[in-house]
């Protein structure tokens, strides 16, 4: 990775941040109000205070029904509030300071092993205890202000989310449901532009996917409404089709020649005709291709489909060249009947997309004492994470309170936000938080030397608020960039023109920052790449379990469905991916292994493509392939056999099975031709038996290619 593209990882959007940037421009504009208030007050300094509360309540905004999610912050206001009071009570008693901070991060570390409420406030009282220990004033009556002030700021905001925060409703569902058709219409448009990127565009679709029908479980459960579910079920339903469809049409590669122009003109109509579905779900319906350009491009492709047919028969041109264009205008018909379908399903739910509904309480954890002594044990990555940062947290406060380092509660703050469980994710968040402070930072001195001015410092800063909690969803680096400035400017609305503390702040983000990499590193680290070895195995049993399911409802069309299998090893997958990406920062990792399991786990993504496009193929002829069933058993065998020589000769066996199928095939192919001499144009069985067979022996041959490059690679 070049140091350009290592740069841009840090800022890369996360998928499905859309919506959630859209709310988070309203939390952004109940953070700022108390700052407009300030001003209008003649009292920016008191606003800035409120507006403190105010933001360290929204880090603890999770969400739910309105009723729960406004106690939640309410309560979580007022813990906010007394932490804060503590942290400017203790400022001069340093055991007492550094007791308290210990106890409030090892808390927060621990989350849920200790109670639901633990989990949500997280790191946001020790963050508010640092903030109190910072502010200059110690005098009681300004004391006892500053802490109305931050519990009031904590208070309207919860009130301010529930009146402001739209009532739940059926739109937001159908514009998670929207995301996998337009990642749909995205793939079908790159496969019909030849810009394919095998993997990405596919796994993408699919991640949409499970967000859509993690998004429509709100509909299920006792507070759902069944009615609104049956109806975006099919939906759902469709996207899983056309996803599927699409990632089958990927497979068949390049159109021949003689297609290529229709066949363009077809897929592009068809992206068109999804993205439509998509625009219909979020009330952005867009032009689109007509219903007649797509009839009419279709029989375009139909025509040169039959043109080259034609030519096929007087050896013009080669039969392989038929039977491919024949097959992906097949899956072009399909899917356009999904699109088809899809689309009335859009425009039946178009008008319900103001209907209410009420998503499920999130269950709290109670207290438990045997949960949370079994949590405490050095096996558990968990609690050797929570020793980490609480050891590393109070190292980094007693170093700046013994140096009496100016704005040294900076330090102490980088270092909750920095340090994570996994060093790779820690080093990442360190590149994230010192760029973005840098930026940030600098552009906070430049505000602050050249603004003198209370109120108007304190209008800029509610725009600043709002932007940056629109983008704190989009990316990380994106936040710091803006929450930068923000806590920055929040500090000095009572102090305008000192902008040398901005300076000092950033100062003391990069020691926190390089803390936390130096206590991720020497304190009980848990490092990906000891781990992606045993990973990258489960990854390949899990992938072995889908393939197994996969050939079995081939071979058995009654078989149970191996949607959930498959759900599994995409995650399992996933999860190892991510280790695999984080590894490869860490140091002291072997760079040949991860290498090898980076290769591995590339081969069993794309086997997982190819088993979704066999999914799409499936008919009841496959189960009369000759050899399949042979095929079936040896498969997953070859992936998962104990040991290596038994592997070998599953891989054989499997080979011999897919010899039969090609001579089984070749004959069908000789058959073909024989009635194509004789201009025989109509449906044949034979020609019925290559439709649905041919695509299924394709894949099953890719299959093996790739169960011949997992063995292939070091044990």
């Known amino acids: 990775m070049t140091g350009h593209r290592r740069w841009a990882h840090l800022f890369e959007p996360v998928p499905g941040s859309r919506p959630a940037a859209l709310a988070g421009l309203t939390n952004g504009v109940a953070v700022g109000f108390p700052l407009l208030v300030g001003v209008a007050a003649g009292d920016p300094a008191a606003g800035a205070l409120a507006c403190l509360g105010a933001y360290v309540a ?65 790191t946001m009282p020790a963050t508010a205890l640092l903030a109190g220990a910072g502010q200059a004033g110690s005098d009681t009556v300004g004391t006892l202000r500053a802490f109305l002030l931050v519990l009031a700021g904590g208070l ?25 058709f ?26 949409a996917l499970r967000r859509a029908e993690q998004a429509a479980q709100a509909l299920h459960g006792p507070d759902g409404d069944e009615y609104l579910a049956s109806l975006v079920a099919p939906l759902l339903r469709q996207a899983s089709v056309l996803v599927d469809l699409t990632a089958a049409l990927a497979e068949t590669g390049a159109p021949p020649q003689a297609v290529l122009k229709p066949f363009t003109a077809a897929s592009r109509a068809l992206a068109d005709q999804i993205a439509q579905v998509a625009g219909l779900l979020t009330r952005r319906p867009g032009r689109g291709t007509s219903l007649k350009d797509m009839a009419d491009a279709m029989a375009t492709l139909t025509l040169a489909c039959d043109r080259l047919r034609s030519r096929a028969a007087t050896g ?62 050095f096996s558990s ?10 050891a590393v947290a109070a190292a980094v406060f007693t170093l700046v309170w013994a140096a009496r380092l100016p704005h040294g509660e ?79 400017l929040i500090g000095d609305v009572t102090q305008p023109g000192d902008w040398g503390s901005a300076l000092e702040r950033i100062a003391m983000t990069v020691l926190g920052s390089a803390a936390a990499l130096l206590g991720g590193y020497l304190l009980w680290p848990t490092w990906d790449h000891d781990r992606l ?106 992936l998962t056999a104990p040991q290596a020589d038994e592997r070998t000769a599953h ?51 890719k299959i093996q290619s790739c169960i011949g490059r997992l063995l292939r690679q070091p044990a």
Request: charged content about 20%.
């Open 381 to 390: 990555s968990a609690y050797r994470h929570a020793l980490r940062v609480t």
């Open 58 to 122: 929204a880090f603890t905004n999770k969400g739910g029904p309105r009723g729960q999610r406004t106690a939640g912050l309410a309560v979580a206001g007022a813990v906010n509030a007394l932490a804060f009071w503590a942290g400017e009570l203790v400022p001069d008693l340093f055991p007492l300071a550094l007791a308290l901070l210990t106890a409030l991060v090892f808390l927060a570390a621990m989350g849920q092993a200790v109670h639901g409420t633990v989990a949500r406030l997280g």
């Open 182 to 207: 337009r990642e749909t219409g995205r793939h079908l448009d790159r496969i019909a532009a030849a810009s394919h990127q095998p993997g990405g565009d596919h796994a993408r679709a699919v991640a």
């Open 533 to 638: 070895t045993e990973q990258t195995t489960e990854a390949t049993r899990a992938v072995a379990a889908y393939l197994d399911a996969a050939l079995n409802r081939l071979t058995h069309p009654r078989s149970p469905s191996p949607d959930q299998t498959r759900r599994r090893a995409e995650s399992i997958l996933a999860k190892a991916q991510t280790s695999q990406q984080h590894a490869r920062r860490e140091p002291g990792h072997d760079p040949r292994a991860v290498s090898d399991a980076s290769t591995t786990l590339a081969v069993l993504a794309t086997l997982m493509e190819h088993l979704t496009a066999l999914t799409a193929h499936s008919t009841q002829q496959a189960a009369l392939i000759p050899g399949l069933s042979d095929y079936g058993t040896h498969a997953p065998a070859a």
């Open 410 to 488: 900076w330090a102490t703050l980088a270092v909750l936000r920095v340090l994570r469980p996994q060093y790779g994710a820690t080093l990442e968040r360190a590149g994230q938080r010192i760029t973005g402070n840098l930026v940030g930072g600098t552009c906070a001195a430049l505000i602050i030397a050249g603004v003198k001015e209370p109120a108007l410092l304190a209008v800029m800063l509610f725009a600043i608020i709002s932007a940056g909690f629109a983008l704190r969803p989009v990316n990380y680096a994106f936040w710091v960039v803006f929450g930068t400035p923000l806590v920055l």
């Open 156 to 180: 309207w905001y919860a009130a301010a989310t529930g009146l402001l925060t739209p009532v739940p409703r059926l739109r937001s569902v159908l514009a998670a449901v929207a995301e996998p």
């Open 316 to 377: 013009q041109e080669l039969y392989p060249a038929v039977v491919k264009a024949g097959r992906q205008r097949r899956l072009l018909a399909r899917i356009r009947t999904a699109t088809g379908t899809a689309h009335h399903h859009a425009r039946t739910l178009r008008g319900a997309a103001g209907t209410r509904i009420h998503p499920a309480s999130a269950p709290q954890a109670p207290f438990d004492a045997a949960r949370l002594c079994a949590a405490m044990t």
């Open 651 to 701: 891989a054989a066996a499997l080979a011999d099975a897919l010899d039969d199928m090609r001579l089984y095939l070749e004959g069908l192919h000789t058959q073909r031709l024989r009635e194509l001499a004789t201009r025989r144009d109509g449906d044949t069985h034979v020609r019925r038996t290559i439709r649905d067979n041919e695509p299924v022996i394709g894949l099953l041959t």
